[in-house]
């Protein structure tokens, strides 16, 4: 078969942004394609009647849209730059009519404002979020001289940035000072804007009412330091008024779901396993909470790939019952809430589930299994059978050769440690073989039985390639994934446990030619590893933590993050950041150690690569670091294409580097 190329993902479709139309009959959905020459990805809209698409739209680089009835859509889009430039210079936005039987496209408003189309309400009442400052809702509030001269004055406020709260800066928005997500409802027709909440509330998750008559969301109101904890909030549409549902802050809330005229809470206190603490199920009434249903899994699917690009709920009621999607062992599956607490299992994907919309008698899904890029599937509920409805990537893959995972599980007295193999092609037990072991981030995210770009290119150039799932891990409960306070301990052990297993099942490997990498948590491993260990012949870190120290005031999540996980704090507990940081053992690395950061990662900063690339190259190890610009934490995943080729190329090519030494006999 054709070897796997490094480019091959320009190819890939991803699908997302999954709606369904409110009589059911159709579903929408956006396509987004990489585009290497512009360096970026377009987007095109899809249309589909359940057999067939009936209506498709370029969109650029844009990718919002809402059925407002069903026959006509809702886009977010500018035609073309100049309509771009002058939006942005205006602080507006644009939106189009389609209709769905002539295919018209006519202009149908532009917004005050920048903002995302959330919900349509009834008629022509839709559901905007923005994220505004204070200050900033003179731009729908103001005169039209008045709003021409904020602009001036904002405009010329960009050169500095005033700090005074946490956070000011969050991973893929850059700084967020003062910024706060509000909550409008806006008329299509008469173009009224209605704030749902006072302009210093900041609105977190947030959820409409079945009958669409109360919109239910979390809000803090301003403070210096921002919690993951916060009161409930209800707006009645009808009579314009905001009352106050739950008062306390005790809980951190995942997800509010209403049925049937109840509103539920996912939440958790925190107090057993801090902040990675899965969710229950809580009813929310006369300023109490009361469980409904122990859950102490995840809400969404936390298992890792590189080949998703755009996002999808994952989540909703539907005739009374939650539907909703959790992370078990290594896999998705999708699970039912009802209103006396039952909880049932209503399908298990042997691989991803990646967006969830009720559809008709079933539902629609966009999933990852059996090793195949992501596609639309149709789930019928009553037989439990799963049908493609799309195509997108049917054909991509077939000249290629994919490994097929190969499971191998360590079990220990207290735990078991799920990982996975993949073998090159025509595997022989005769050769030998180099094998690199790739680690996840999160930590509490897993790695599953679905296609990951990175690990079936290594396959492709004859590495055996191994990953697992170690004790921080989602999928296996909340005692399994905490490891507060013991980064770099028990889960160094199990990583290094199961690599001795790889080495037992395949003793053809190469064991002077094991390489290791990972990303985030992965990347912090793998600095952890080369100050512990000599074993591997070169690694690779990315977007890495090397000192929990700086990285409690840098990071965008770091004055929480690091409290809770490494349990300590800079100013009474230094040493014990310190004892958990990969850079206090960087006068032990000896193992080539190439680092891959963007400059724009906010969640784990590039300071964190800085400071220990000068000390291993003051100390003479052979170290590189590839600074890639205007990129942020999620280079690897939805990074613009240039740059995700560039980082695959310098990671295949360092590996290359130390395997080609080895054949010719140098050290």
């Known amino acids: 078969m054709t070897p796997l190329q490094l480019d091959t993902f320009l190819q890939f479709k991803y699908p997302g942004m999954l709606q369904v139309s409110p009589d059911g009959r159709h579903f929408g959905f ?25 209506a498709r739209r370029a969109l650029g680089k844009n990718n919002q849209y809402l059925f407002t009835d069903d026959k006509k859509m809702l886009l977010n889009l500018q035609k073309n730059k100049a309509e771009h430039k002058a939006l942005k210079e205006q602080y507006r936005q644009s939106h189009y009519w389609l209709d769905l039987e002539t295919r018209n496209f006519t202009k149908a408003f532009d917004l005050p404002f920048p903002a995302s189309l959330e919900r349509h309400v009834s008629g022509d009442w839709v559901l905007l979020s923005a994220q505004l400052t204070e200050a900033d809702h003179a731009l729908y509030e103001a005169d039209h001289k008045s709003r021409e001269a904020y602009i001036e004055q904002k405009t010329l406020n960009q050169a500095y940035e005033v700090i005074e709260h946490l956070p000011y800066q969050f991973n893929g928005r850059g700084f967020i000072t003062d910024l706060k997500k509000q909550l409008f409802l806006f008329n299509t027709k008469t173009q009224t804007l209605k704030r749902l909440t006072t302009k210093a509330r900041s609105i977190g998750v947030f959820t409409l009412s079945e009958d669409k008559k109360v919109v239910y969301y979390t809000a803090q109101d301003s403070q210096p330091v921002m919690t993951m904890t916060a009161p409930i909030y209800a707006y009645d549409i009808q009579t314009g008024e905001e009352s106050t549902v739950y008062a306390k802050t005790d809980y951190s809330i995942l997800a509010l779901i209403e049925m049937q005229g109840v509103l539920i809470a996912a939440a958790r206190n925190m107090k057993t396993y801090g902040m990675n603490e899965n969710p229950d199920f809580f009813k929310v009434e006369a300023q109490r909470f009361e469980l409904l249903a122990k859950h102490g899994e995840s809400l969404g699917t936390t298992v890792g790939s590189d080949v998703r690009l755009l996002g999808n709920q994952t989540a909703a009621v539907h005739h009374g019952v939650y539907y909703f999607t959790t992370t078990i062992d290594d896999h998705s599956e999708l699970r039912a809430l009802y209103l006396d607490g039952r909880m049932e299992t209503v399908w298990v994907m042997d691989g991803s589930i990646d967006g969830y919309v009720p559809y008709q008698s079933g539902a629609l899904i966009v999933g990852l299994k059996d090793q195949n890029l992501q596609e639309i599937y149709y789930l019928d509920t009553q037989k439990t059978t799963l049908k493609p409805l799309s195509r997108l990537n049917r054909s991509t893959l077939k000249p290629y050769y994919v490994a097929k995972p190969k499971v191998i599980e360590v079990k220990a ?39 990951y770009h990175e690990m079936q290119l290594w396959a492709n150039q004859g590495y055996v390639v191994f990953f697992a799932n170690p004790r921080g891990s989602d999928g296996k409960g909340n005692a399994f994934a905490d490891i507060r306070g013991l980064y770099g301990s028990i889960d160094y052990e199990d990583l290094m446990t199961f690599t001795d297993q790889v080495l037992i099942s395949y003793p053809n490997i190469d064991e002077s030619q094991l390489f290791v990498t990972g990303g985030s948590y992965g990347g912090f491993m793998t600095n952890w590893i080369v100050g512990h260990t000599n074993r591997f012949k070169a690694a690779v870190t990315q977007r890495s933590i090397s000192n929990w120290l700086s990285f409690y005031g840098t990071s965008d999540i770091g004055y ?9 704090h800079p100013l009474d507990d230094r040493d014990k950041l310190y004892h958990q940081s990969p850079i206090k053992y960087a006068q032990s690395v000896k193992t080539p150690l190439l680092f891959i950061h963007a400059d724009q990662d906010h969640r784990c900063p590039i300071e964190q690569a800085q400071q220990f690339y000068a000390i291993l190259k003051t100390q003479g190890v052979d170290t590189k670091l590839v600074w890639i610009k205007e990129e942020n934490h999620e280079l690897s995943r939805s990074g613009k294409p240039q740059a995700r080729i560039k980082r695959l190329k310098e990671i295949t090519e360092w590996f290359e580097k130390y395997t080609a030494s080895q054949e010719n006999g140098s050290v």
């Open 30 to 54: 956006v396509v987004a394609k990489a585009n290497l020459e512009k360096n970026h990805y377009e987007h095109t809209l899809m249309v589909h009647d359940g057999s067939k698409v009936i």
């Open 560 to 568: 929480y993050f690091a409290r809770d996980q490494v349990d300590g």
């Open 413 to 451: 007295p207290t735990h078991t440690v799920k990982g996975f193999v993949l073998l090159p092609e025509n595997f022989d037990n005769k050769k030998r073989y180099p094998a690199i072991l790739n680690i996840h981030g999160g930590p509490k995210t897993v790695y599953g039985q679905v296609y």
